[in-house]
């Protein structure tokens, strides 16, 4: 069965620190890879995905991922991090051919001004 | 805006008493999605429209059940709700199957069980 693993719970930084969310799934198979944000009081949005090509994906608001998949990660990185990046960031996994979209845990982000 | 909408935010019934929760898009997307999402836990599957052709999880529990009477709605029926179906119930949409389509989310309704 997938399973998608989110190691950092909260996360607290500084405006302009650079960040980096970590996120490792299990899954033999082909995979395309996302990440969604979800601020506070809002409905989850799509951040970024992955589905083939560059396994560098730059997303919105700064955002970028990349797939190592040797390492079956797909790391949530941004170089400077503001106040309005407080949310929770959710990475999933959907493998291809299937429906079920497998969330992590989530990972939640505050960023003090 | 187009978007998805749930109805409503938050809900609060009574051990066994049924419940229906509410979802309508106007992206006029084909699959309609239901997830379950308990506190610090992961959002989890419950079972998807593709059209008319439902899809049903493996572990989601028979107390759930779900109505689709067109493109726009979709429904989430609890029938004898539990102290353990307590959770935030998320509705999503794709435009199809195929597993590049993001997801759009709904805000979600939030059902607490007296």
């Known amino acids: 069965a997938q399973s998608v693993s989110q190691h950092n719970h909260h996360v607290i930084l500084s405006e302009a620190a650079s960040l980096e969310l970590g996120c490792n799934y299990s899954y033999g198979g082909t995979v395309n890879l996302f990440w969604y944000v979800q601020y506070p009081g809002q409905h989850l949005q799509l951040l970024l995905k992955y589905f083939s090509g560059d396994p560098l994906v730059k997303g919105i608001k700064g955002f970028e991922a990349e797939f190592i998949k040797s390492k079956f990660s797909f790391n949530l990185r941004k170089p400077s991090v503001q106040w309005s990046d407080t949310a929770e960031y959710f990475c999933?996994?959907?493998?291809?051919?299937?429906?079920?979209?497998?969330f992590g845990t989530g990972t939640r982000l505050t960023v003090i001004p | 805006d187009a978007m998805v909408i749930q109805n409503p935010r938050y809900q609060v019934t009574q051990f066994g008493k049924p419940v229906t929760l509410s979802c309508s898009q106007t992206?006029?997307?084909?699959?309609m999605y239901w997830y379950q999402q308990k506190s610090s836990q992961a959002p989890k599957l419950l079972f998807h429209?593709?059209?008319?052709?439902?899809?049903n999880e493996a572990d989601t529990p028979d107390n759930f059940q779900s109505r689709r009477p067109n493109t726009s709605f979709c429904f989430l029926d609890i029938r004898s709700p539990g102290l353990g179906d307590a959770a935030m119930y998320l509705c999503?949409?794709?435009?199809?199957?195929?597993?590049?389509?993001?997801?759009?989310f709904g805000p979600g309704t939030r059902l607490t069980v007296l």
């Open positions: 429209y593709y059209d008319k052709d439902f899809n």
């Open positions: 999933a996994v959907k493998s291809t051919g299937a429906n079920n979209l497998f």
């Open positions: 999503a949409t794709s435009r199809d199957r195929w597993s590049y389509n993001e997801q759009f």
């Open positions: 992206l006029n997307h084909n699959v």
